[in-house]
């Protein structure tokens, strides 16, 4: 199955600013979601991205299956988007379970 | 439409003790997942269900940990006796037929003292 790498594993970014969050895949990959754990533990789907890119508000992924990595964008970041952001993919081809990275740990500051 | 629900949110035991969780997934969703996510790692699989069977338990430490998955709909994880290192957030999830497209529920937190 596959191997999820996540960069960088910590981020600190002034309210306002712009970040972009990487995913690493060791295969290829389909269907890659990406996910933000809020405060409470709770994981918040934010793109389903079989590949292509996707956007929503401030946010937006690009997947590029061939070459095994996906981005994740936020721009004008706020306060509210502080928490641990999470790219999976399917383990292997098919309905097979998400393989998960470690994350990636935004702090914004007002 | 309602979300993955899960009970409950938190959990306090002492060791040797026994656990359990309880998921409801989204309607019709067959696919059902349990997680467990240790402090600072992401989720890893337990358990995967379609309808009523199990499809992948291949990472449940089966010594100690149960699920079942009565009737295709909401599910249980047991654990029996539980230990330190189960210490942890236990996470359900489900997605709809073939798609890998998985929604989580809130999660339960779970400390073993």
């Known amino acids: 199955g596959i191997q999820v790498e996540q960069s960088p594993p910590d981020l600190i970014l002034q309210e306002g600013a712009n970040s972009t969050l990487r995913c690493n895949f060791s295969?290829?990959?389909?269907?890659l979601q990406w996910f933000h754990q809020n405060p409470w533990g709770q994981l918040i789907n934010l793109f389903y991205?079989?590949?292509g890119t996707k956007q929503n508000g401030r946010l937006s992924a690009t997947t590029v299956a061939t070459e095994r990595y996906s981005l994740l964008y936020i721009s004008s970041s706020q306060t509210t988007d502080s928490g641990v952001y999470f790219c999976?993919?399917?383990?292997?081809?098919?309905?097979?379970?998400?393989?998960f990275g470690k994350g990636t740990r935004l702090s914004v500051i007002a | 439409e309602a979300g993955v629900a899960q009970s409950p949110r938190y959990k306090i035991i002492e060791k040797r003790q026994s656990v359990a969780f309880w998921c409801n997934p989204i309607?019709?969703?067959?696919?059902l997942y349990w997680y467990q996510q240790i402090l600072g790692q992401g989720p890893k699989l337990l358990i995967q269900?379609?309808?009523?069977?199990?499809?992948?338990d291949s990472q449940l430490p089966k010594d100690r940990f149960s699920a079942e998955r009565l009737k295709g709909v909401d599910s249980t994880l047991k654990i029996q006796p539980a230990k330190l290192e189960d210490s942890a957030v236990y996470l359900c999830?489900?997605?709809?037929?073939?798609?890998?497209?998985?929604?989580f529920g809130q999660g339960t937190r779970l400390t073993v003292v």
């Open positions: 999830a489900s997605s709809y037929g073939g798609s890998t497209e998985a929604f």
């Open positions: 295969d290829s990959v389909n269907n």
């Open positions: 991205i079989p590949s």
């Open positions: 999976a993919g399917p383990r292997n081809s098919g309905n097979t379970p998400l393989v």
């Open positions: 309607s019709g969703h067959a696919t």
């Open positions: 269900f379609q309808n009523n069977g199990v499809v992948d």
